[in-house]
Structure formats: C-alpha cells, structure tokens
C-alpha cells in the first residue's frame, strides 16, 4: 500500500474514525469511501444480511448507508417494550429497525462518537415518526467506550460492525456489562480475525476505517466478554459477508488482498462474527 494509506505513529485511531464517517454522514452513503462496505450499494448489503423488506420501506431517507455487517436486531429477537441501545448508531439503521420490534411501550437509543452522524440520525427521526407512527428513539452523542447511558438501565445492547473501530475493546465490553439490566443481553455483529493480519494491512488507514485493520482475534473477543462477568456467551463464525465482499469486486477487499501471501484468501484472514450474550441475573438470598 503506498504512503499515504499508512497510520503515523502519532495519528489518533478516533480522530481518523470520527472524520472518515462525518464524511460518509454528509455523503449520505459510504459507496465513495473506504468504509466497511467499499464501494458496495447500501441497498445490496442489507438486502444480503437478510433485513425485512417491510421494515426497511419504513426507514428514513438516508439511514441505510451500507455500513452494516451482519443484522444484529435479528440475533436479538427484540420483544415489545424493550429498552434497547445501538452501539455506533451512524445515521440510525439499526435504531428504526429496532423500534418497529419494541414498539410504542419500548425504547431504542443510539450512541455515536460523529457529530455529523448524530446530527443526520436525529435529522431522521421526525421522518420515522411520520411513517412509522412511533415516538421511541433518541440519539446522543458519546464514545462507546464512556456510554453516556446510566447503569443498568437497558435490556438490549446491539453493535454492527462498529466494536472493531474502537482502540479500546476491553473497556467496550467493560461499558456493555454496566449498562445491562441484570438478565440483559447482548447481540453483535462484527468482523474479526481468523490470523493475524500481515503488517501492511494493519498500518493502512483505509483498512482501519474499512473495519478490517483494528479488528481482533475471535479468541480474544470471547476472552473480553468473559472478563466483564458475561454469561452464555456464544460466538458465530460466517464467511458469507466476506464471500459477498469478493462477489462485489469491492475496492478496499481488493487493495487487501493484493497485499496477502500468495495463494491466500480474504476469508482466510477475515470473518464475519455473531456475538451473543447475557449479564447474570442477581443472586437472590
């Protein structure tokens, strides 16, 4: 990769993260970046992640940017009067997805570290409430590392394909379990490393952005929900996501590849993964 693509020692991971996606925000869609979908239609990739067409019809203009990896809002199985919270709510996709499954006693809360990412989710509700007819979400502005959320005070956190951006994956987890009610659970989708990455894609700042570069071991995101006192936690390995990445001759997919060994494949390197789990009910005497 050449030099410009390169981190410097001294470049802030969020400061990179927090532009790159104030741009994807004011874009409108990420289809000219090197965000986590390349130059894939925003429409494609929540068409194969399995998304209800129905609810998508009642989204917002704009919310669907195609920065999704997995649908997290499925994994949860979301029930009617949940208290639910969005990790890296972008421009709200997962946010109004979830408040057609929790309903008017329920309620959804999106997080994002973007200004420009909270100013167009909160741009979006007003729009939502018109088609959808429901008053049940709000965003705030916040890093996911220090939620701006009160302890025990959700029933489901959700995170697409955020978690990996983050410089700091314990302490996420670590915010994760101080706001799960007890009995709370957690759906995430994310990606993650089979191997390690070669040292040429984990200096690139496009692969960085592009949720590759800053993405971890399976192993050692089940080693950091577990740590959090987390319980039946269960994590899904799936190469369709990045099987799809090929399929669409994404850019950023290719620029990598070009940089594996020989006779190496992205999947060999990068997965799709599904992580649920759930806080400990309290002991009762």
Not at 5 to 33: F, T, W
Not at 36 to 54: H, K, M, R, V, W
Not at 154 to 174: A, F, G, H, M, T
Not at 187 to 202: C, G, I, W
Request: proline share 5%; glycine share 8%.
């Amino acid at each position: 990769m050449n030099n410009e693509c390169h981190q410097e020692k001294n470049l802030d991971p969020r400061e990179v993260i927090r532009e790159a996606y104030s741009e994807i925000a004011k874009q409108g869609n990420c289809c000219s970046s090197s965000s986590c979908c390349g130059n894939s239609s925003a429409e494609l990739i929540t068409s194969s992640l399995g998304y209800d067409q129905q609810e998508l019809s009642q989204l917002p203009q704009g919310a669907n940017m195609g920065l999704s990896c997995g649908n997290p809002v499925a994994i949860a199985s979301l029930q009617p009067g949940e208290i639910v919270l969005d990790l890296g709510a972008g421009g709200g996709f997962d946010v109004f997805i979830s408040a057609q499954k929790v309903g008017a006693t329920g309620r959804v809360i999106g997080v994002d570290m973007t200004p420009d990412m909270v100013h167009k989710a909160r741009h979006n509700v007003q729009s939502f409430r018109e088609s959808s007819g429901l008053n049940n979400v709000e965003f705030r502005l916040g890093e996911i590392e220090h939620l701006p959320v009160e302890n025990e005070s959700i029933d489901v956190v959700i995170s697409n394909c955020v978690i990996n951006l983050s410089p700091d994956k314990p302490q996420v987890w670590r915010e994760i379990a101080r706001v799960l009610k007890p009995g709370g659970r957690v759906s995430v989708s994310d990606l993650a490393l089979l191997k390690p990455l070669p040292n040429t894609v984990q200096e690139s700042v496009r692969a960085l952005v592009g949720c590759i570069a800053g993405a971890v071991l399976v192993d050692e995101t089940e080693e950091m929900a577990l740590s959090t006192g987390l319980v039946n936690i269960v994590l899904k390995t799936s190469s369709n996501y990045i099987d799809q990445l090929s399929s669409w001759s994404d850019p950023l997919y290719l620029e990598i590849s070009q940089h594996l060994p020989s006779e190496s494949n992205f999947s060999d390197y990068v997965t799709s993964l599904e992580v649920t789990a759930r806080k400990p009910q309290i002991k009762q005497n």
